[in-house]
């Protein structure tokens, strides 16, 4: 399996522009997260799915960020308007359901830069 | 709430030096889990090992080691015989249980190794 696959690696847009992030998890994956990272803030879960459900949205910032996953093999995270501080890395992570508890993996991320 | 806490913002050793990473975690659950990731400088996240709450079994993985301790909420790290490819940002994670496996996770703000030749 090629892992988790995010695109765009790098996206540079402007103040009030839309910008979304998309992601494919890892085949047979039940489990998709989102989190960011930021030199203030460190790593943030931001929300995760279970089986294309929204489990817990309560670490999105605001309501500019909403995520989707309209099927098993895709997520969009999309921010709109937004706004310089939320520059940051965008990380997707999937994992398979396992009562012993499995490893998130994780992508390459998104480095976000809003000018 | 869950919170971990990773005390050491950078550790700096030369090469062949044996280095141990603090983790420290906070949580009301009985069920968690503790993971330890690498974040080179190309900037993937790796994951390097899970622990669930209920097994304090330490382990030892060729040159990495940790150490999980519930008397004392601590989850260490030990690099033995450090080499410069090693270099990199440490993350601690803690996850409640979902029922099916770990939740989201909460990461510490990580330590900062560097290993100098």
């Known amino acids: 399996d090629a892992g988790v696959i995010q695109s765009p690696r790098h996206e540079v847009t402007e103040m009030g522009q839309e910008v979304t992030l998309r992601c494919k998890p890892i085949?047979?994956?039940?489990?998709l997260f989102w989190y960011r990272q930021t030199m203030m803030r460190g790593l943030e879960l931001l929300i995760y799915f279970n089986n294309n459900v929204p489990i817990d949205d309560s670490g999105m910032p605001e309501d500019r960020f909403s995520a989707k996953m309209p099927n098993a093999s895709f997520s969009t995270l999309k921010i709109q308007p937004s706004e310089p501080r939320d520059s940051a890395v965008y990380f997707c992570a999937s994992r398979q359901i396992d009562v012993g508890g499995t490893e998130a993996f994780f992508g390459q991320g998104t480095r976000l830069t809003v000018v | 709430a869950q919170k971990v806490t990773q005390a050491q913002t950078e550790i700096s050793v030369v090469e062949k030096e044996d280095v141990t990473l603090d983790c420290v975690y906070e949580?009301?659950?009985?069920?968690?889990?503790l993971f330890w990731y690498k974040q080179p400088p190309s900037g993937e996240l790796v994951f390097l090992i899970r622990?669930?709450?209920?097994?304090?079994q330490n382990e030892i993985s060729g040159r990495y080691s940790w150490n999980f301790q519930k008397s004392t909420s601590s989850f260490n790290f030990t690099i033995t015989a450090s080499q410069v490819v090693d270099s990199a940002v440490y993350f601690c994670?803690?996850?409640?249980?979902?029922?099916?496996?770990?939740?989201?996770?909460?990461f510490g703000k990580g330590t900062h190794l560097i290993i100098q030749p």
């Open positions: 085949s047979g994956h039940d489990y």
């Open positions: 994670a803690l996850s409640r249980d979902s029922g099916g496996g770990a939740d989201g996770l909460t």
């Open positions: 622990r669930n709450s209920f097994d304090e």
């Open positions: 949580t009301r659950d009985t069920t968690y889990y």
